[in-house]
């Protein structure tokens, strides 16, 4: 059975850091992708970036230079290190996996983590 925790949410001022973690457990990091979403209130959850096997990586553009996605395969963790962070990130933040399909397909963000809640304030 997948699983997907996530960890390292909290307040913090603008222009602060946080490192959230996403710790997989029954699952093989394959060619597909994990991703970090984020849903604010009253607006829909929201990609904002994603990894593959090969470490290949994609930023949504309200993140990107500010919000880096790695992984660890060793500790089956997926990390997102968000730094110079705005009042506009504060939402709850979710990591979710492809479930691998096939040879070559991947049902996209098919397992989701419970979420953790980031909250960035003036």
């Known amino acids: 059975q997948v699983q997907l925790v996530e960890s390292g949410g909290g307040s913090v001022e603008a222009g602060g850091s946080l490192l959230l973690s996403c710790a997989v457990s029954?699952?093989?990091?394959?060619?597909?992708?994990i991703g970090w979403w984020r849903q604010a209130p009253g607006k829909e959850r929201e990609l904002i970036t994603a990894?593959?096997?090969?470490?290949?990586?994609r930023y949504d553009d309200s993140v990107k230079s500010r919000f880096t996605i790695y992984q660890d395969k060793t500790k089956k963790t997926v990390y997102l290190q968000m730094n110079d962070l705005k009042t506009e990130d504060t939402a709850v933040y979710y990591c979710?996996?492809?479930?691998?399909?096939?040879?070559?397909?991947?049902?996209?963000?098919?397992?989701w983590g419970q979420g953790t809640q980031v909250t960035v304030s003036s």
């Open positions: 979710a996996a492809d479930r691998p399909s096939g040879r070559t397909g991947c049902v996209k963000f098919n397992y």
């Open positions: 990894i593959d096997n090969r470490g290949d990586t």
């Open positions: 029954g699952h093989a990091f394959s060619r597909c992708e």
